[in-house]
């Protein structure tokens, strides 16, 4: 018997607004810390990409508020018996080019991501589709070679946004002139400024209450909160700790603290000298109190010990934070041979004032154990593609890792060269494929369970802790909501009362 998914009334906040309502004040505008590299949603790993393009594009299942997979352009969905075979039927909707979406546009939207010269990190998450075929206009079939339990999750993310397949065929550039069926156009983007998008009144789903959203790049957090104080700013989504119990004793202002599913750390890029012992590893991150790093750094959090948000269900039980122990760091920094001069490149992202303040006090635990640092502080394209993506030229970086719906999209790739930590255990890369494949949930937990254990002991990360998710806005700014797990904004029932 097949298993039918039938979608719950999407509910969209569509206020009874008068002609005069729709004024200046629809236009919501929102102050974040990082820029986009791409609006190509196909060819980026950035969460600062898809928390833009998920206003611009849809996929063909999307994440509710309560962290559930629901149809988004997919209606409904079946999945055969054996696990091999999901049909979508698809909603009527449109692309903002005025051409309608259909089953053509779902096949080539998969084919190209599935295409090594796409260059997409995400290729590996659709590997297992051996066909994706148009049934009719508004039917889709995909088949697999194996069950691939975590497809619903992947198709919900960021990179699972359907394109229009004849802009695909001319080779469109989806980069800077992005085109979805989202409920939201692009009208600009200035470079280190600002993206403008437009409402779009032919959104399947309803149309927004907003007219335009304005994304404004800030990545000064004193300048975020000093532009929602005088108005400037609609939204912000990096408030000063210090100025967070302001905020919230302002009536005019809410500040907003929910569950976060980052993962906080210290990366350290197993491909140079010593770096490549994980006694070495190990010793760095005894050598760290954590608890001091998420408490001035992230304002507080629990800690964690391997490489999963804390709380997970996938957290392993026996999995413990490494303890602060500054002597049994240099007793193993002793036995692996680390001579005393030796001096790390420790490299920050620009707009993260969080990961730049932790890695300044990652650079004062070390030195107090003989480890010298050397800080680099560099823009964020220049932190994707030379330290994640391209020669990895760091010993030491600090980044969040944001929630994954699926523990595949957090783990692939750890144990192999493709990771940028560089730390290769083949027994990790073989847990976790033969993870993302098993049907069985309790098989599953094992097999991530045994890759996280391992990821504890070969340490490629000093790790630090999950810290809440903490912004602040208008308290007439209604609707405003951020995807649960993925972090991307969501305007969509997003009004001014």
């Given amino acids: 018997m097949k298993i039918k998914f039938v979608p719950r009334a999407l509910v969209l906040l569509v206020a009874a607004l008068t002609v005069g309502a729709w004024s200046s004040a629809q236009t919501l505008t929102i102050a974040m810390s990082a820029q986009p590299d791409t609006l190509d949603p196909q060819v980026t790993a950035a969460t600062a990409a898809f928390q833009v393009s998920k206003s611009i594009y849809d996929g063909l299942v999307e994440v509710d508020q309560a962290g559930n997979i629901v149809p988004a352009l997919a209606k409904s969905y079946t999945v055969s018996n054996d696990g091999l075979?999901?049909?979508?039927?698809?909603?009527?909707?449109?692309?903002?080019?005025?051409?309608?979406?259909?089953?053509?546009?779902?096949?080539?939207?998969?084919?190209?991501?599935r295409d090594e010269a796409t260059g997409s990190s995400k290729r590996s998450e659709f590997a297992s589709i051996t066909s994706v075929t148009a049934v009719d206009d508004h039917t889709v079939t995909i088949a697999l070679s194996q069950?691939?339990?975590a497809l619903l999750a992947s198709l919900a993310s960021g990179w699972g946004a359907m394109l229009p397949?004849?802009?695909?065929?001319?080779?469109?550039?989806?980069?800077?002139?992005?085109?979805?069926t989202g409920p939201f156009k692009l009208v600009s983007w200035v470079r280190d400024n600002a993206i403008t998008l437009q409402?779009?009144?032919?959104?399947?789903?309803?149309?927004?209450?907003?007219?335009?959203?304005?994304?404004?790049?800030?990545?000064?957090?004193?300048?975020?909160?000093?532009?929602?104080?005088?108005?400037?700013?609609?939204?912000?989504?990096n408030l000063p700790q210090a100025q967070q119990p302001t905020v919230e004793a302002d009536p005019s202002l809410t500040l907003v603290r929910e569950p976060s599913g980052t993962v906080l750390v210290a990366a350290?890029?197993?491909?140079?000298?010593?770096?490549?012992?994980?006694?070495?590893?190990?010793?760095?991150?005894?050598?760290?109190?954590?608890?001091?790093?998420?408490?001035?750094?992230?304002?507080?959090?629990?800690?964690?010990?391997?490489?999963?948000?804390?709380?997970?269900?996938w957290y392993p039980d026996s999995v413990q934070p490494f303890p602060y122990d500054p002597e049994k760091a240099k007793a193993l920094l002793k036995d692996a041979g680390v001579p005393a001069d030796w001096t790390l490149r420790l490299v920050l992202p620009q707009p993260y004032p969080q990961h730049i303040?932790?890695?300044?006090?990652?650079?004062d635990f070390l030195s107090q154990v003989g480890v010298k640092t050397e800080i680099s502080i560099v823009e964020w394209g220049v932190w994707l593609s030379d330290i994640y993506g391209g020669p990895r030229q760091f010993d030491i970086t600090v980044i969040g890792h944001t929630g994954k719906l699926d523990p595949s999209g957090r783990l692939t790739g750890l144990g192999t060269d493709r990771n940028y930590t560089g730390v290769i255990d083949d027994d990790v890369a073989n847990w976790i494929a033969q993870a993302n494949s098993n049907p069985d949930p309790a098989m599953r937990r094992s097999l991530y369970s045994q890759a996280l254990i391992r990821l504890h002991d070969d340490a490629p990360f000093i790790y630090f802790g999950t810290a809440e998710r903490v912004y602040a806005r208008k308290a007439s700014v209604q609707g405003f909501w951020i995807t649960p797990l993925l972090d991307s904004f969501d305007f969509?029932?997003?009004?001014f009362q």
């Fill in 85 to 113: 075979s999901y049909t979508f039927e698809l909603n009527d909707a449109t692309f903002h080019d005025g051409t309608a979406f259909d089953a053509q546009d779902v096949v080539a939207t998969l084919d190209r991501i």
């Fill in 147 to 149: 069950t691939n339990p």
């Fill in 165 to 180: 397949s004849e802009k695909l065929a001319e080779g469109y550039d989806f980069g800077n002139q992005p085109i979805g």
């Fill in 199 to 237: 409402r779009n009144d032919s959104y399947y789903q309803g149309a927004p209450a907003l007219e335009q959203v304005v994304i404004r790049f800030v990545t000064d957090n004193a300048v975020q909160y000093q532009g929602l104080v005088t108005g400037e700013f609609d939204i912000i989504d």
């Fill in 268 to 313: 350290l890029n197993a491909r140079n000298p010593y770096l490549n012992d994980a006694r070495v590893r190990r010793a760095l991150n005894m050598a760290v109190d954590t608890e001091i790093v998420m408490e001035v750094a992230y304002g507080g959090g629990p800690q964690v010990g391997t490489f999963m948000e804390a709380g997970s269900p």
């Fill in 357 to 363: 303040q932790a890695g300044q006090i990652v650079q």
């Fill in 492 to 495: 969509r029932t997003t009004s």
